[in-house]
């Protein structure tokens, strides 16, 4: 236990000795970890909005008035069931003028002057269609587009199709720059460790005259390293989590699209980044600890000899 407590107290010197560069490694752990789990967090959020929109309404196709040529409400029943039997499609259901009419003044319920100002007549009956596959989409919106009784066909196929290409492209450019931001940390890390044995090189060569071995001289350095690494990736972590609450509250407003993750979320890729954050403190430490050791060994042999 006290030789445990010794080298603990040996790597906390070395960061007390080597403050300026020892924040500079840990703000360059919290950049690169707070960059690459941002880019998590926002691809998290297309992907949770991407599954919202496939999960609704796909297609919405809008009958004409009666008296514009359109069909009879009895007959716009049957062609929704009709509709429902193609093999595309998931459910289609139908909303008839009155339905339609009351969520429109749910939708514009902050509105009242323009609610009052609509006439509930020119509210047309429509055809809401889930799909079974939302790549299917366009061939739908043809075939309905192509029936003279409907007055316009709509879908969100285009965007749910750029939202899709969008959260891939995040996806990539999330792993490759966590992969070269973690690289960068582990190259700053293991340079703020071959900075702090320099400044100690003295007191290194004497332990190594007086026969301790390359481990009892690595493990304060290794803790060290450790400590910048979650130090960087916690304060990482903290702030993207921050952030994304206050962008969760502030996106209430937006009602086509949500910006609240689910906790789970930030805990489990939280802990990931923070261990992710060790590792490469530690392995740092090794990439800076290993020349100088070899170095060391070669001359206390050539000097021997």
Known sequence: MSRLSFLFREALVNLRRNALVVIGAVLAVFLSMGLAFAAIGVNEILRINTLAW???????AFFKEESEGGMAAEAQIGLTQEVNGWEEVKEASYVDKAAAYLEFQQLFADRPDFVSAVDPATIPSSIRIKLNEISSWRDVQFRLQAMPTFQRVTTLGD?????????QGLRLAGLGLSLVLGTAAVILIANTIRMAIYARRDEVAIMKLVGASNWFIRVPFLLEGLIEGVLGAGLAVLTVWILFRNLAGAGEAIRLFTFDIDPGFFLSWGTA??????????LGSLVGLSRYLREADGGRTAGAV
């Open 159 to 167: 965007q749910i199709d750029q939202l899709s290409s969008l959260s």
């Open 54 to 60: 496939q999960d609704g309404t796909h297609v919405m």
């Open 273 to 282: 980044f923070v261990l992710f954050g060790a590792a490469a403190g530690v």
